[in-house]
């Protein structure tokens, strides 16, 4: 069984620029999670997809972020424009069931390091 | 509020030593899980225990020991005899009352295990 997937890996971008990381999580997990770690601080919750809907996106930081899920497969999370302060590692993770299961665990993918010059 | 602190920002054992990485968490909520996760070098977040508010059984899991204290908020981890391969960076992290993957963590201990 193939892992939660994230692209790309790493990112380098200009401030103002436009970046759009993307998120394949484990075949059948309808529960899809982003995440972000700023340099040094604690992994903060954006927000939690159940299939296409967002079930809660209290996290997200401004609306320069916008993160979609079409289809309920895979997710994109777009930075538009970013700035400095988006540079950390972002985190995708999925899970089979809302709730916290032994048999469905939380998944997380390698994150994609985002750096703003 | 709720919040998870892991005040050791970074530790040095030479192997074979046994360290114990700290992890107080707050919360108003009487149902709550905790969780700990390993991130190696090549990034990923792995999964090492998950324990709710209920149980305060201590567990071990080979050198792994976790050790759940409600009276002191505190959910710390042993790593016994420790090995090379144990360096990573180490999260705690704390459950919304929902029950979701909603997690609050902790801001890492990185653990650096020298030969």
């Known amino acids: 069984e193939a892992g939660v997937t994230q692209f790309p890996s790493h990112s380098v971008i200009e401030k103002g620029q436009t970046v759009t990381l993307r998120c394949d999580p484990i075949s059948g997990h309808d529960n899809l999670y982003w995440y972000r770690r700023v340099m040094g601080k604690e992994i903060k919750f954006l927000l939690h997809f159940v299939k296409e809907s967002k079930q809660d996106e209290s996290g997200m930081p401004n609306n320069r972020f916008l993160a979609e899920r079409t289809g309920g497969t895979y997710s994109t999370l777009k930075v538009q424009p970013a700035e400095l302060e988006d540079s950390g590692v972002y985190f995708c993770a999925s899970s089979q069931v809302q709730g916290i299961s032994y048999n469905s665990p939380l998944h997380f993918g390698n994150g994609t390091r985002l750096t703003v010059t | 509020a709720q919040k998870v602190t892991q005040a050791q920002t970074e530790i040095s054992v030479v192997e074979k030593e046994d360290v114990t990485l700290d992890c107080v968490y707050e919360t108003r909520d009487t149902t709550y899980y905790l969780f700990w996760y390993k991130q190696p070098p090549s990034g990923e977040l792995v999964f090492l225990i998950r324990?709710?508010?209920?149980?305060?059984q201590n567990e071990i899991s080979g050198r792994y020991s976790w050790n759940f204290q409600k009276s002191t908020s505190s959910f710390n981890f042993t790593i016994t005899a420790s090995q090379v391969v144990d360096s990573a960076v180490y999260f705690c992290a704390l459950s919304e009352a929902q029950g979701t993957y909603k997690y609050i963590f902790g801001t890492g201990t990185r653990l650096k295990v020298l030969a």
């Open positions: 324990r709710n508010s209920f149980d305060e």
